[in-house]
């Protein structure tokens, strides 16, 4: 946090409404080229002894002030003060988070599992995609649920044949055979979904013929899957 911008906004929230209609009027220029009323309403406010802590504000200005920071940052702020904690906990702070970090509109685990509150769920998440937790985690997801959402519409089959994410261990475990470590992007596509299951082994309902799935590969009708 900004505490030196706090502490004038702190200021000017309790000093005289011309002091801050003047410094108001003065705001566009630079300190340095404050002159006149504007001046001295800026010298009046920062030499003010009606000094204002930052948690004097009320709570829907400490809240707006919090909604600001990443989840890092805003789990550091949560560490400072028990007041802060409070606010920094509130589901109006974690849910926009959960959002743009994890594509998730509600308050459950990555398993679906239902968590007390946004942040809760957002740690679960976060626990559960420690290995790819990044951007590109985030591009991922977005993406998967934009396809997901899709294929809800216009092909629920091809929706019912997207495996569940591999874990971890999995990823690893595919590393080694390959001795090669994946690209991250490849490591969170796979995460959220492990490939497809088309089920190649099966055919027609005579017993022959091709499998019912043999067109169903999402990316371009690509048979690569095993």
Known sequence: LNLCLLQRLQRLYTAPAAAVAATAAAAAEPI????????????AINSS????????????????????LDAKDCARASCVHSLWNSVAGDNA???????????????AASDGSTTPTF??????????????ASPLLS??????????????????QILATLNPGA??????????????RLPLAV???????????????????????????LLMGLFGCLIFYD
């Open 32 to 43: 340095s080229c404050y002159s006149g009323a504007g001046l001295q309403a800026y010298t």
């Open 49 to 68: 002894s009606m000094e204002t802590a930052i948690n004097d504000l009320e709570i829907a200005c400490l809240l707006r002030v919090i909604s600001f």
């Open 93 to 107: 702070v974690w849910k926009p988070l959960l959002q743009a970090d994890f594509a998730a509109d509600s308050a």
């Open 119 to 132: 942040r809760a769920a957002y740690a679960a998440w976060h626990a559960a995609y420690a290995d790819v």
């Open 139 to 156: 591009r991922a997801l977005a993406c998967w649920r934009r396809i997901e959402a899709y294929l809800q519409q216009h092909s629920p």
């Open 167 to 180: 874990t971890a261990q999995q990823v690893q475990q595919a590393e080694e055979a390959l001795g090669h």
């Open 187 to 213: 490591r969170c596509i796979y995460r959220v979904h492990n490939g497809q299951d088309l089920r190649l082994h099966q055919r027609g309902p005579d017993g022959e013929g091709p499998p019912p799935n």
